[in-house]
């Protein structure tokens, strides 16, 4: 069954590429097309200014709660109010410097979906477990505690996998290692959502590697990091998905 191509820029803590908003307006590279779905995750404050312009975003982060005693963070409610239509689940940044556990992160994922934001769950795999043979079990772990706290069916769910070696490192999965990986995640979705979830690949993604990474079977997309902060290299890896 044909998944429409996701590519998600997501900018973490950078300023909007200067050019972004401006390209923007024009209809590209940021701007979604007939047959690809483009995303952007700039930072909090530029989240109005991406709307204006009429990008699709996201945010790269929410609380579950709707509101409350939670300093400095945003809820997933007042993310979709302010016109967010994605948001990040669990990227390995926000594992890292922010403790987030799998439990915690299928919360995000099941508060997102309540409330219409489509998430994207990030899981990948350290250099050492990788190392260790171990990448199947935590990339399992990571996924099926989500799943199993689901309530609803997760229809609009985003899975992205990004092995942690791979970020922002240079480094890629070869094509042939990541379809692997993502015939595993697709093998471990409920049967009825198996074959419309689309499974992003991210980790040092750039238009050199773009075009292989994509022809890939299961793999439906990039999730960009370095990549998408200049307006011509993401053009270019937009350009792949063609
Ligand atoms: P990268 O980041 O493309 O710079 O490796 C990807 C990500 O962290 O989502």
Request: with cysteine; charged share 20%; net charge negative.
């Amino acid at each position: 069954m044909a998944r429409t191509k996701l590519i998600a820029a997501n900018w973490k803590m950078n300023p909007t590429p200067p050019t972004a908003l401006a390209e923007a307006s024009r209809g590209e590279p940021y701007a979604s097309s007939h047959d690809i779905d483009i995303v952007a995750f700039p930072c909090f404050l530029d989240l109005h200014q991406c709307i204006a312009h009429g990008l699709v975003v996201g945010a790269q982060c929410g609380r579950p709660e709707p509101s409350g005693a939670f300093t400095g963070d945003v809820s997933m409610q007042m993310l979709k109010e302010a016109g967010c239509s994605y948001v990040l689940c669990g990227h390995s940044e926000r594992r890292k410097y922010h403790g987030e556990t799998d439990a915690f992160i299928a919360e995000q994922v099941a508060a997102a979906m309540k409330v219409g934001l489509t998430p994207i769950l990030c899981i990948g795999e350290t250099d050492e477990e990788r190392t260790r043979g171990e990448e199947f079990s935590v990339i399992k772990r990571q996924l099926t505690t989500v799943l199993s706290k689901l309530e609803t069916q997760a229809t609009q769910l985003v899975i992205a996998y990004e092995p942690i070696w791979a970020i922002g490192s240079g480094k890629t999965a070869t094509p042939a290692e990541a379809q692997e990986m993502h015939a595993f995640i697709r093998s471990l979705l409920p049967e009825n959502i198996r074959d419309t979830v689309r499974i992003l690949y991210g980790g040092s993604v750039k238009s050199a590697n773009a075009q292989e990474i994509l022809r890939q079977p299961d793999i439906d997309g990039a999730l960009v990091g370095g990549a998408s902060l200049d307006p011509e290299e993401f053009r270019k890896i937009v350009g792949a998905c063609h």
